[in-house]
């Protein structure tokens, strides 16, 4: 009996320990394999953009390959996609052994996954003319050029943009023409979008997606100001992620320094608006353009760019002009998506702008359908739409847009890959970056992929939402926020993560802000993490 | 014969114990005593990329590693504000916890009023999953207790509240195990002792310091040396509560070393392996000065 007893005892603990490889559920999910076909594996992120594009993208492809023999005696392709949440973080170290050949992900180190020698080396397809697809362009021709320097390494291509994953402010457009919330060309907010005497916005240019839109920092909280008199709550964020409001910050900061943003993560370049001092009424003194290298890049935390980003955190936070739910740690993002989309819809307060990732629309699928009972309230019919970066001084006022990404997404083929399908899968990603297939992307999830392509041919097709995410980004400068300095990636955190624009202490300003620390008091601690010493030290 | 089948039966017998173990045990070769010598391994590595190849490899680098350490505690402050929480979140959710725990075990022992539904009670945030207490915990202070004492805001929206009420819903989900491990061992004192101290007429409270304590004290003991061998690791389910986003006032070290760890580049892991060896130079130790302490000094049943 005690024999019995321990064998039995023996066989629960080999099987506990057996338990996580139940976890193991192959990369195939379940989908017959067709031996008539070569495979080709393929693992997505199923986050903010979803893989209804993946899927648009792989029925075509399986369509017009279908007769091709990429493996000798097997003609046709059969894409298998694994979707699913996992970053590079929980994938690398498995990709060895991973079927999947073809990765789009996103926070993903580009660098140090190179120096690991994860990803294969793409040049050849990322610099040859897409003839094959119809195309006279090469995928290269359709990269902004920080993404030219930030991809390129030492000459070599290893991965490709991915989505658009900026933070930024979408409105309700509808709620501003009820509220006559567009301002006029004599600075009163009272007029609907239809107005003929509106503003020229952000672009300083009469007639176009911008105009009655506050063009400054000063302009915007005049319209929060205005509607809080009209009983509408100007602002909601995830009070359980704050971070939402650091990550909308750092777009602000980019905005402000435009090209000069890329510095920050080079350190190599001059930057212009170095603070040599400032008082406690946020009045700056300047230093002569400062050339930025390795050794002084501790000079970039100077730049007056972070000061009126904290500014304007300080100005959203102390003039209260939030919904309720952005300070309640119970509201999540999504939840902060359905209280915004319900608000006009509800006996609640009207809620009239969003600070959330431009894929927002994708995770909110949920709200929309519980919605569906109330009239106009479909993504395609209701005017929402995304809100250009005010300046934050009227001499910026018609300035280029800088975007940055702020989730590093990323497509790549494995290294690990079978010599015998390298070229079934550049052909599959030169495929996903066919001017067809950036289109079919932006007509499947509402947003573009970040890659400098016209997209007026489907223009007209696309809800209020996804125009305005054209509009602004057709006329925006794009910066990748990394680099492959060791200063940068030996302080990973400091620099692109946490506390890029936050203190040790405060990694989101906000917080700095809630614990009553001014914006010029938080600046001068920002500025002083690191001096001379402390980062000659940094450097090693 | 007889004697021949039962020696090939117990060969059988190891054999078979032996092949069902194997699994765990390679598991614990690799995930255990694997990833720790190449954690110490990397105390004295650095990682470089070669700008040629754009590869990188871990190479020697002596005890710089030490140096880069001390130098980031000095200047970053963070990790001060984390050894401050991990201490303090140590003396409320192990020395507070346990004497608290005790009380309510006393009560539940002692068969007072309610005291089934108070084992249920502090039993029940054992049994789910961090996660879904965490949610309820915080739906709690963040809705309700802002309504009943009309607060502006929620007790983890507030960064004065904050840090405490996570200690405080760390106090609450520790009881569980505590009392029950307390009232079991309390159950186990023989009746008889109890009932002659009372007629050598022994009051609640020296029943309770020279009879209950001493009895029960081992059990006690292995709370208190478990408390101060995880001083450096609890994080305090700040993770269930912040994610990867708990600013550094909140942070413990436990936290600290996770979260970096998380989004560590290869550049940045010799450091942190170096955090892990020398906290670990200073638990080890610690954690077996206070088991000594404790059964050196610690209440006895003589």
């Given at each position: 009996m005690k024999k019995n007893l321990t064998k039995m005892m023996a066989v629960l603990c080999a099987l506990t320990a057996c338990?996580?490889?139940?976890?193991?559920?192959?990369?195939?999910?379940g989908v017959e394999i067709d031996k008539t076909k070569t495979q080709l594996y393929v693992s997505n992120f199923n986050g903010g953009v979803g893989h209804n594009w993946l899927d648009a993208h792989i029925a075509r492809f399986e369509a017009d390959y279908a007769e091709t023999e990429f493996t000798p005696g097997k003609k046709g392709v059969q894409v298998i996609v694994s979707n699913h949440k996992k970053g590079m973080v929980n994938i690398g170290g498995s990709m060895k052994k991973a079927k999947e050949e073809i990765y789009f992900l996103e926070k993903v180190n580009y660098h140090d996954e190179i120096a690991q020698g994860r990803f294969l080396d793409i040049t050849d397809m990322v610099t040859e003319p897409l003839t094959e697809f119809g195309e006279t362009e090469t995928i290269e021709d359709k990269l902004y050029p920080s993404q030219k320097e930030y991809y390129k390494v030492n000459g070599r291509y290893y991965g490709l943009p991915h989505a658009q994953s900026p933070t930024l402010i979408t409105y309700d457009a509808d709620l501003f023409d009820q509220k006559k919330l567009f301002m006029g060309e004599d600075g009163e907010f009272k007029y609907t979008s239809t107005a003929t005497n509106l503003s020229k916005g952000v672009d300083n240019v009469k007639g176009t997606y911008d105009d009655g839109l506050p063009a400054t920092y000063e302009e915007f909280f005049s319209l929060c100001a205005t509607m809080k008199k009209r009983g509408v709550d100007p602002i909601i964020w995830s009070g359980m992620y704050e971070w939402y409001t650091t990550r909308f910050a750092k777009q602000l900061r980019a905005d402000f320094d435009g090209e000069e943003a890329t510095v920050s993560y080079t350190f190599n370049g001059t930057m212009s608006h170095i603070v040599d001092t400032i008082d406690k009424n946020g009045n700056i003194t300047y230093k002569d353009p400062v050339v930025i290298t390795e050794n002084n890049g501790y000079e970039v935390l100077s730049s007056a760019s972070y000061y009126y980003t904290f500014k304007f955190i300080e100005e959203m936070y102390n003039g209260k002009y939030y919904s309720k739910y952005a300070i309640n740690e119970n509201v999540s993002h999504g939840d902060a998506q359905a209280y915004f989309l319900k608000s006009r819809f509800t006996s609640e307060t009207d809620i009239a702008m969003l600070i959330e990732g431009l894929y927002w629309v994708n995770e909110a699928s949920g709200a929309f359908k519980s919605m569906s009972s109330y009239q106009g309230s479909s993504l395609q019919e209701r005017n929402l739409k995304v809100m250009p970066l005010p300046k934050a001084t009227a001499e910026q006022v018609g300035e280029q847009t800088t975007i940055v990404d702020s989730l590093n997404q990323l497509a790549f083929i494995s290294a690990y890959i079978d010599e015998s399908k390298k070229e079934l899968a550049t052909t599959f990603l030169q495929y996903c970056t066919t001017q067809a297939s950036l289109e079919e992307f932006l007509l499947e999830t509402g947003l573009t992929r970040n890659y400098k392509i016209d997209y007026s041919k489907v223009y007209d097709n696309l809800c209020p939402y996804s125009k305005s995410v054209v509009d602004l980004l057709a006329s925006s400068n794009y910066i990748m926020p990394?680099?492959?300095?060791p200063i940068i990636q030996k302080n990973y955190e400091a620099f692109v993560g946490d506390y890029e624009i936050g203190t040790t202490k405060y990694a989101e300003p906000i917080n700095a802000i809630r614990a009553k620390i001014s914006a010029v008091d938080f600046f001068n601690q920002f500025r002083s993490k690191y001096d001379a010493n402390s980062w000659k030290a940094l450097l090693g | 014969m007889k004697q021949a089948f039962s020696q090939n039966r117990k060969k059988h017998d190891i054999i078979f114990c032996l092949l069902v173990l194997l699994v765990p045990m390679v598991q614990f070769a690799i995930f255990y005593i694997g990833v720790n010598i190449t954690s110490l391994a990397m105390v004295f590595q650095k990682y470089e990329v070669d700008p040629i190849t754009n590869r990188g490899a871990y190479i020697f680098n002596g005890l710089n590693n030490f140096k880069d350490m001390w130098f980031q505690i000095e200047n970053e402050g963070v990790f001060g504000t984390a050894l401050k929480n991990s201490l303090l979140a140590f003396v409320m959710i192990t020395l507070v916890g346990i004497t608290f725990a005790l009380i309510f075990s006393l009560y539940i022992f002692k068969e007072m009023p309610g005291a089934g539904m108070f084992r249920v009670l502090l039993f029940a945030p054992s049994i789910l999953s961090a996660s879904v207490t965490v949610t309820i915990y915080r739906f709690f202070v963040e809705g309700a207790v802002p309504v009943i004492f009309g607060l502006e805001q929620g007790l983890l929206g507030n960064a004065e509240t904050k840090l405490g009420t996570i200690i405080f819903f760390n106090i609450w989900i520790g009881f569980g195990t505590q009392i029950l491990m307390y009232s079991g061992a309390m159950n186990g004192i023989d009746p008889s002792i109890t009932e002659a101290a009372k007629l050598d007429g022994a009051n609640p409270f020296v029943e309770f310091f020279y009879i209950i304590l001493p009895l029960i004290f081992p059990t006690i003991q292995t709370f208190l040396v478990t408390g101060v061998a995880g001083i450096f690791i609890n994080q305090i389910n700040l993770v269930a509560f912040e994610g990867f986003g708990a600013e550094g006032q909140y942070m413990t070290v436990g936290y600290y070393l996770f979260k970096n760890t998380e989004s560590a580049t290869q550049y940045e892991y010799p450091l942190l392996a170096t955090y892990g060896v020398a906290l670990t130079l200073i638990a080890a130790p610690l954690t077996l000065l206070t088991r000594r302490a404790l059964e050196k000094f610690g209440p006895s049943v003589d």
């Open positions: 338990m996580p490889f139940a976890a193991c559920t192959g990369a195939t999910g990394a680099s492959s300095s | -």
